[in-house]
């Protein structure tokens, strides 16, 4: 049975009537009508789905929307802008990182949260704050670059 949530997403209240065990990735992709964050697996296992959750990293494939309540959702949209974009979006630029792009959701969101914690990270620092995503196309080197070159932005 739908329930009526107000979701606060990048800065935007949204009313959706959903059932309130429907994962927050569902809501936020089809009724707020966002295309970041991706299903990747369902599991919380690739981190494509990755979204803040009051600043935290999250997987939004296995929360329900029940448990965001008052909670202020950011996604990679509400990351940056074109004009004025994260750290992070510029290196993965620069770096030239993206091949399919898939999973870039996930590694940018959690490397965002980490470095906004973490000054100056070691790269086994970075290594270990984003074990558990997943890339498929293989550009691990170029998003430790990336990471690395954010942090350096961000020092």
Same mark, same amino acid.
């Given at each position: 049975?739908?329930?009526?949530?107000?979701?606060?997403?990048?800065?935007?209240?949204?009313?959706?009537?959903?059932?309130?065990?429907?994962?927050?990735?569902?809501?936020?992709?089809?009724?707020?009508?966002?295309?970041?964050?991706?299903?990747?697996?369902?599991?919380?296992?690739?981190?494509?789905?990755?979204?803040?959750?009051?600043?935290?990293?999250?997987?939004?494939?296995?929360?329900?929307?029940? %448990?965001?309540?008052?909670?202020?959702?950011? &996604?990679?949209?509400?990351?940056? &802008?074109?004009?004025?974009?994260?750290?992070?979006?510029? %290196?993965?630029?620069?770096?030239?990182?993206?091949?399919?792009?898939?999973?870039?959701?996930?590694?940018?969101? &959690? %490397?965002?949260?980490?470095?906004?914690?973490?000054?100056?990270?070691?790269?086994?620092?970075?290594? &270990?704050?984003?074990?558990?995503?997943?890339?498929?196309?293989?550009?691990?080197?170029?998003?430790?670059?990336?990471?690395?070159?954010? %942090?350096?932005?961000?020092?």
């Amino acid at each position: 049975m739908s329930q009526r949530f107000s979701l606060n997403v990048n800065c935007k209240n949204h009313n959706v009537s959903v059932d309130p065990d429907m994962p927050l990735l569902y809501a936020l992709r089809n009724d707020v009508g966002l295309n970041n964050p991706h299903f990747g697996c369902g599991l919380a296992q690739c981190g494509a789905c990755t979204v803040h959750l009051d600043g935290q990293p999250i997987r939004s494939c296995i929360t329900p929307v029940s %448990a965001v309540g008052n909670s202020r959702i950011v &996604t990679l949209a509400g990351l940056g &802008t074109p004009d004025k974009p994260h750290p992070l979006q510029t %290196a993965y630029v620069e770096e030239q990182v993206p091949q399919c792009g898939y999973c870039i959701n996930g590694w940018i969101m &959690t %490397a965002a949260a980490f470095l906004r914690d973490k000054k100056k990270p070691t790269e086994a620092e970075i290594r &270990t704050a984003l074990e558990g995503l997943k890339c498929r196309c293989g550009t691990h080197m170029g998003i430790m670059r990336a990471v690395k070159r954010a %942090a350096e932005m961000m020092g």
